[in-house]
């Protein structure tokens, strides 16, 4: 089992641009959960969706993100345009019991 | 609004004695809890679990312990070794939902030699 993959795993981009975070679950989970950890705010979740529909976005920060999930194996999270305070790791994490949660490796995103 | 909190950042422990990390919460609605590990550069990875209708749950060498009226749960490392060294988070649930869990800050974990 590949475990959850996220990609890239580094990214620097500069202000304004837009930024796109990949993710690819576990096969056979059917929900995905896109985390954002930073210093101050510590690990807080984004938005979470089951059998790829949306349900609970409250964690979004701003009109700026957002997330879409086409099929049950690849989710993308887009910035757009990004600035420099979105400076974080943003994990993504997958399940099939809504508990335990599977992360992965982190996307570490700098914009300058 | 802080509902899941860890309140000390780091503990140090001497190798072979017993790590304790402590988490509160708000909510009362939680009612499943988890601690997650995590190593420099990777994602948290699952420890152990416990459910609010349980007051302990054990596993080799790590142990959870819910106080509900207390609104407290505390996971114990015995022995500790130096491989435990990492942040250790406690996230919690409520069945309503639906999956979402709400994370600690985090307590960073050094087992020294």
């Known amino acids: 089992d590949a475990g959850v993959i996220q990609s890239p795993r580094h990214e620097v981009t500069e202000m304004g641009q837009e930024v796109t975070l990949r993710c690819k679950p576990i096969?056979?989970?059917?929900?995905l959960f896109w985390y954002r950890q930073t210093m101050m705010r510590g690990l807080e979740l984004l938005i979470y969706?089951?059998?790829?529909?949306?349900?609970?976005d409250s964690g979004m920060p701003e009109d700026r993100f957002s997330a879409k999930m086409p099929n049950a194996s690849f989710s993308t999270l887009k910035i757009q345009p990004s600035e420099p305070r979105d400076s974080a790791v943003y994990f993504c994490?997958?399940?099939?019991?809504?508990?335990?949660?599977?992360f992965g490796p982190g996307t570490r995103l700098t914009v300058t | 609004d802080q509902q899941v909190k860890q309140n000390s950042p780091s503990l140090s422990v001497q190798e072979g004695r017993i790590s304790i990390l402590n988490c509160d919460y708000t909510?009362?609605?939680?009612?499943?809890f988890l601690w997650y590990k995590k190593y420099p550069a990777e994602g948290p990875t699952f420890l152990i679990s416990?459910?609010?209708?349980?007051d302990k749950n054990e596993d080799g060498r790590f142990t959870v312990f819910l106080n509900k009226s207390a609104k407290h749960l505390s996971l114990h490392i015995v022995p500790s070794q130096p491989g435990d060294s990492a942040v250790y988070f406690c996230?919690?649930?409520?069945?309503?939902?639906?999956?979402?869990?709400?994370f600690g800050q985090g307590t960073e974990l050094s087992v020294k030699p």
């Open positions: 994490a997958s399940s099939s019991d809504y508990n335990e949660q599977y």
């Open positions: 996230a919690a649930s409520d069945d309503n939902q639906g999956g979402k869990l709400i």
């Open positions: 416990i459910s609010s209708i349980k």
């Open positions: 096969s056979g989970h059917n929900s």
């Open positions: 909510n009362s609605m939680f009612d499943y």
């Open positions: 969706f089951n059998n790829n529909v949306p349900i609970d």
